[in-house]
Nanobody
Framework: VQLQASGGGLVQAGGSLRLSCAAS????????MGWFRQAPGKERVFVAG?????????YVDDSVKGRFTISRDNAKNTVYLQMNNLKPEDTAVYYC?????????????????WGQGTQVTVSS
């Protein structure tokens, strides 16, 4: 599976971005997808995930709940992360990842495939 993340950019605080993760080589319909982010000097951390099982979603914590929405379009083999009301602390490289299991996990090493990352920069 090859994952291609896109949609990052520079935005002012309060703005919005939609990240996309396009998959090739395999259908997303049997993959659980996750978005992670890595801020400068910090570890890569889980942000949101969506299971192939009934499209269940999970968000890391209240810092993104209500602002970020993960979704998938199996027909387009693409997963999205809609990010609204962005804050400077959301600045990071965002990565999409996939795992061949129905359960969402927040652990990096549980994911089998990774995209190349897309930079999101939020200015104050």
């Amino acid at each position: 599976v090859q994952l291609q993340a896109s949609g990052g950019g520079l935005v002012q605080a309060g703005g919005s971005l939609r990240l996309s993760c396009a998959a090739s080589g395999r259908s997303l319909s049997r993959l659980t997808m996750g978005w992670f982010r890595q801020a400068p000097g910090k570890e890569r951390v889980f942000v949101a995930g969506i299971s192939w099982e009934a499209g269940t979603t999970y968000y890391v914590d209240d810092s993104v709940k209500g602002r970020f929405t993960i979704s998938r379009d199996n027909a387009k083999n693409t997963v999205y992360l809609q990010m609204n009301n962005l804050k400077p602390e959301d600045t990071a490289v965002y990565y999409c990842a996939a795992r061949s299991h129905w359960m969402i996990t927040t652990t990096n090493h549980d994911y089998d495939y990774w995209g190349q990352g897309t930079q999101v920069t939020v200015s104050s």
